[in-house]
């Protein structure tokens, strides 16, 4: 079974800055997707950024980025630039290439940007 | 697009009684899974469906819980003989087919307390 782990319950950043968050995860499987979700306070989960692990290439979305480190089993989210509204909680998740519908998460990290 | 809606948002009830939760997804959306969050842990995959079709249950899902969705459309979670360890909120989801190219949107979920 896969697993997920994200060992920074919180982490605060101030306004403006970069922060990054840590995810890995363990898996024997060489076809698997990865993802970053953010649930806002007493919000729904919306998908941050996704990878696929075929690919070499980080995925980019605008202010956020991830470092894939497939060796590793290693998926970091970099926020560039933090707002206000980028405080949440964000989860690492975790899909097999092979049964394509059950996402796996992690505990998750709290993150608090600061004004 | 009005996203995945679900109702009650929140659900006080006593142990022992029965609830039942309602997921709307997102139009034409295909597949609907539910998950169930408790505090400080990520999101854990209950089952999910493919049109009207249950393809998978997760061994969290006892005989007391039961999920349906009759016209592939709404899908309802029901829990029998409720107990307090079942006070979590439950997420509802949909995407459109399957594949991870296809985003899993998820909705602000239900929060069940069993006193």
């Known amino acids: 079974a896969q697993t997920v782990t994200q060992s920074q319950p919180e982490m605060s950043v101030q306004e403006a800055e970069t922060v990054t968050l840590s995810c890995t995860y363990d898996t024997s499987e060489n076809n698997y997707y990865l993802f970053w979700y953010k649930q806002p306070p007493s919000r729904q989960m919306i998908l941050v950024i996704r990878?696929?692990?075929?690919?070499?290439q980080n995925a980019t979305e605008n202010r956020f980025s991830v470092n894939f480190q497939k060796a590793a089993k290693s998926f970091s989210l970099k926020i560039s630039d933090s707002q206000l509204g980028d405080t949440a909680m964000y989860f690492c998740a975790f899909m097999s290439g092979g049964s394509n519908y059950k996402l796996t998460f992690g505990k998750g990290t709290l993150l608090t940007v600061n004004p | 697009d009005t996203g995945v809606s679900q109702n009650p948002r929140h659900k006080i009830t006593k142990r022992g009684q029965n609830v039942t939760f309602r997921c709307d997804p997102i139009s034409e959306h295909n597949r609907l899974y539910w998950y169930r969050q408790t505090l400080g842990q990520g999101p854990e995959f209950l089952t999910y469906?493919?049109?009207?079709?249950?393809?998978?249950k997760s061994r969290l899902l006892s005989d007391r819980f039961s999920a349906e969705r009759p016209k592939g459309s709404f899908s309802t979670l029901e829990i029998q003989r409720t107990e307090q360890g079942d006070s979590a909120m439950y997420l509802c989801?949909?995407?459109?087919?399957?594949?991870?190219?296809?985003?899993?949107?998820f909705g602000e979920g239900s929060w069940l307390t069993v006193v």
């Open positions: 990878q696929e692990a075929y690919k070499q």
């Open positions: 469906f493919q049109n009207e079709a249950q393809l998978e």
């Open positions: 989801a949909s995407s459109l087919g399957g594949g991870a190219g296809n985003t899993i949107y």
